[in-house]
Nanobody, 130 residues
Framework: VQLVESGGGAVQAGDSLRLSCETSGRTFGKYGMGWFRQAPGKGREFIAAITWSGDNTYYADSVKGRFTISRDDANNKNTVFLRMDSLKPEDTAVYYC??????????????????????WGQGTQVTVSS
């Protein structure tokens, strides 16, 4: 499975962005997907996740109410989006999408565990200026 993120960029505080993550390779079946980010000098941080069915979504407290994760499984593709509203300078980071393909389904307690995810994209930069 290959993951490719897009949609990052440089914006002002209060602006919105929509990140996309397209999959290729093993695209049959559905699997849980997540978004993480890494700011300079910091570790990788969980942002949001969505289950394979799309019925459940999970968010970090830092983005709850501002970010929305969704998925589009048309044409048997696992495509995931991250809508980011009311962006803040502290949202500046490289954003990564990830796929939980081989392990157990994503749950509320496991969604933030990066070890659950088997495949990662290369990341897309988001820069928010004040």
């Amino acid at each position: 499975v290959q993951l490719v993120e897009s949609g990052g960029g440089a914006v002002q505080a209060g602006d919105s962005l929509r990140l996309s993550c397209e999959t290729s390779g093993r695209t049959f079946g559905k699997y849980g997907m997540g978004w993480f980010r890494q700011a300079p000098g910091k570790g990788r941080e969980f942002i949001a996740a969505i289950t394979w069915s799309g019925d459940n979504t999970y968010y970090a407290d830092s983005v709850k109410g501002r970010f929305t994760i969704s998925r589009d499984d048309a044409n048997n593709k696992n495509t995931v989006f991250l809508r980011m509203d009311s962006l803040k300078p502290e949202d500046t980071a490289v954003y990564y999408c990830a796929a939980a393909v081989h392990g157990p389904p994503i749950t509320h307690s496991s969604a933030s565990n990066s070890n659950l995810y088997d495949y990662w994209g290369q990341g897309t930069q988001v820069t928010v200026s004040s």
